[in-house]
Nanobody, 123 residues
Framework: VQLQASGGGLVQAGGSLRLSCAAS????????MGWFRQAPGKEREFVAA????????KYAESVKGRFTIARDNAKNTLYLQMDSLKFEDTAVYYC?????????????????WGQGTLVTVSS
């Protein structure tokens, strides 16, 4: 199973980026997928999750209203649209997959991880 994240880069505060995560080796269409991030010197934290079948979403309070998680099950791909980016959004962003059907937010609940993509927001 491989999760390949892409789309990170350098952006000014207030700008936007769209992250993608292509899954191969298994389908996650019926399972929850999520995005996490880890800033330098900090623990990995939950950003957003989306359920498999119904597409119900959940967001961390810090990104609610600015980030949008979506998935294309036909392409086995997960997305994270990030708008109104702030300096504190700077981190390595990881996509993750789980066998759970329900929305889960703990890193321990996710069994498959991408390699991460760096997002740097300049102030």
């Amino acid at each position: 199973v491989q999760l390949q994240a892409s789309g990170g880069g350098l952006v000014q505060a207030g700008g936007s980026l769209r992250l993608s995560c292509a899954a191969s080796g298994r389908t996650f269409s019926g399972r929850t997928m999520g995005w996490f991030r880890q800033a330098p010197g900090k623990e990995r934290e939950f950003v957003a999750a989306i359920s498999g079948s119904s597409g119900i979403t959940k967001y961390a309070e810090s990104v609610k209203g600015r980030f949008t998680i979506a998935r294309d099950n036909a392409k086995n791909t997960l997305y994270l649209q990030m708008d109104s980016l702030k300096f504190e959004d700077t981190a390595v962003y990881y996509c993750a997959g789980t066998g759970y059907i329900s929305l889960v937010v703990r890193t321990a609940n996710y069994h498959y991880w991408g390699q991460g993509t760096l997002v740097t927001v300049s102030s």
